[in-house]
């Protein structure tokens, strides 16, 4: 079976002189296989599979995929002609959180459009008005069958991937109150004071920070008294420590027997909050297959080993492995000494301890947000005056942002204008955005070119703020090999903060934990081994993390759990 997949935003006919159809062999023995308007179109019935038109287009817009002929009979939605193919479905589980994980675009949140009934799967035809006899036919013999027969009685309530909409309301009490009209309001103090809401219930909309609005969006979508619930992303933005809190959250809406689904990239978490979980494979804005289901820890150690044995189906050349700390690169000599310091503003201080920044080194930074993390670099810059004065570092320094600002740019102007190198371009994949503009991107893509831009300046000091934001799994290992390969190009150093600890642990050489009270005082830890600094920052966290005995990868104990009280009497926070 053939796919024939064409990226309209990246087709450009007018841009390349109709290349694609000018070259196809099958154009010129007079039989039309690509034909060209405003965009191009491919007939995969009369493509011949000769691979000329995506490695002559410029743009990257076409990609034809060979797959196996059984999946012909799963294809369950196409986005139009020679548009993205979904194959399968996952299958919410009452009493049970259900996780779904795998790449950006590969159609994850189209199955929570499908499932929620916000969308009809239109089984590959060009009309979207699907006959329900073959719908019945297509889900026959599954238990989805009798989920849809049942979901137009069914209470659904969604979390979206985008939560900035939200703002439009005035004050969170406002929008808590019109989401809550009709629950219980016993229940709905219960769920605020269980997310922490408290303390900015009567705060504008506007004013508050990313990890704030996704907790509201989070009891926004939870104020309703749903059947189902999904939540697409809901740890974006988080801290640590709200991660914790909102994982735990999300595991007791299921024990009155609710349904839960929900997609996110933090793989500790998605283990920590899920029970079952299907995995998504295939080639982003081309297909997605979804595997069956697995039980959480399996389901995540095949996603790292990058094949599913049961299915015999490798979707990924090598594993993803955690090393904690051991380096393959050698460390260069100490670049610069700080002193112990501190720093006080607006009603906040941090307290800093002493340490060092090694060449070709790069330290995690973790701990709850507002508690200091990037006054602290700042500081280091000489961007800050110090309550000690001014360090006298004479650094070079330079910052890409927790938040993201697009313009009307296109990529390529951006790379061009920060002379961004094309081994970073290759690494972080950004070849295919090139003609598309910064305002167009998605979260992901737009962290990947702000990352690209802050590592193509000349600086001393790399401070990476939350890189891990809106990417997959292998995008964020993409970004941790693009920053440790900058760092020993260039012999400089890097402070990276960020809330994934599995992405922290594969990038960082060592830890500095931050700690305190949010917006009132921060304190430093000192610059720890990683293996310590995740100790740390888990005491602080008063969480016990084990090593799983199949992959080594590091899973969140239960809470009273006899690994948990036997790590906790021993001091173990960090199970090497």
Not at 308 to 325: A, H, S, V
Not at 511 to 516: A, E, L, Q, R
Request: hydrophobic share 40%; with cysteine.
């Amino acid at each position: 079976m053939r796919l024939a997949v064409i990226q309209k935003e990246l087709c450009h006919p007018d841009k390349c002189g109709d290349l694609c159809g000018k070259l196809c062999p099958v154009n010129r023995q007079g039989v039309e296989c690509i034909a060209i308007g405003k965009k191009a179109s491919i007939d995969a019935s009369t493509c011949i599979g000769c691979g000329i038109c995506p490695k002559r287009c410029p743009f990257g817009a076409i990609s034809i995929i060979n797959l196996p002929e059984e999946l012909d009979k799963d294809l369950l939605h196409k986005h139009g002609k020679n548009g993205f193919a979904l194959y399968r479905l996952p299958m919410p589980r009452f009493g049970s959180v259900l996780g779904i994980l795998g790449k950006n675009g590969i159609g994850k949140s189209t199955s929570l459009k499908i499932l929620s009934g916000k969308m009809t799967p239109n089984l590959g035809y060009d009309s979207q008005d699907v006959a329900n006899e073959r719908l019945r036919n297509y889900f026959r013999g599954s238990e989805l069958l009798t989920y849809f027969e049942k979901l137009p009685n069914l209470k659904i309530s969604i979390k979206p991937q985008n939560i900035f909409d939200l703002m439009q309301f005035d004050k969170v009490s406002d929008l808590l109150d019109q989401a809550g009209a009709n629950i219980d309001q016993k229940v709905k103090k219960e769920l605020i004071q269980d997310l922490a809401i408290n303390s900015y219930i009567h705060k504008d909309m506007s004013k508050l920070s990313g990890g704030e609005l996704q907790k509201v969006a989070i009891a926004v979508a939870c104020l309703k008294d749903a059947d189902i619930y999904f939540f697409d992303e809901p740890l974006a933005y988080l801290d640590i420590v709200e991660r914790i809190r909102v994982s735990d959250f999300i595991r007791k809406l299921v024990k009155n027997e609710k349904a839960v689904v929900v997609i996110d990239h933090d793989l500790l978490l998605l283990d920590y909050m899920t029970d079952l979980i299907n995995i998504v494979y295939g080639k982003p804005s081309c297909y997605g297959i979804i595997a069956p289901m697995r039980a959480s820890k399996n389901a995540i150690n095949s996603y790292l080993e990058g094949f599913l044995r049961d299915e015999q189906m490798k979707f990924r050349d090598k594993p993803i492995k955690f090393n904690f700390g051991v380096r393959d690169r050698e460390i260069g000599q100490t670049m610069f000494d700080w002193p112990a310091f501190t720093k006080s503003h607006a009603g906040f201080e941090i307290k800093v301890a002493a340490g060092s920044l090694a060449k070709k080194s790069i330290v995690g930074i973790a701990g709850k947000n507002a508690t200091g993390k990037t006054t602290f670099v700042k500081c280091l810059a000489g961007l800050y005056e110090t309550d000690n004065k001014d360090l006298n570092l004479k650094l070079k320094f330079s910052h890409k942002p927790q938040y993201v600002n697009a313009s009307e740019e296109t990529v390529m102007e951006v790379l061009k204008k920060d002379n961004v190198n094309k081994r970073i371009i290759s690494l972080l994949s950004l070849e295919p955005l090139m003609m598309r503009r910064l305002d167009q991107l998605s979260g992901g893509e737009l962290q990947k070119v702000a990352v690209a831009s802050c590592l193509a300046k000349d600086a001393d000091i790399y401070l990476i703020d939350e890189p891990s934001a809106h990417l997959d799994v292998e995008e964020r290992l993409q970004v941790a090999d693009a920053i440790q390969e900058t760092m020993m190009e260039k012999e400089a150093g890097a402070f990276v903060v960020d809330h994934d600890i599995l992405f922290l642990s594969y990038l960082a050489d060592s830890m500095i934990v931050f700690s305190g009270l949010p917006s009132r005082r921060g304190n430093s830890s000192e610059v720890y081994p990683v293996v310590q600094g995740l100790n740390e920052l888990l005491k602080l966290l008063q969480i016990t993390v084990r090593r799983d005995k199949e992959s080594g990868r590091p899973r969140i104990n239960s809470k009273d759990s006899v690994l948990d009280r036997e790590q906790r009497e021993k001091g173990s926070w960090f199970a090497e």
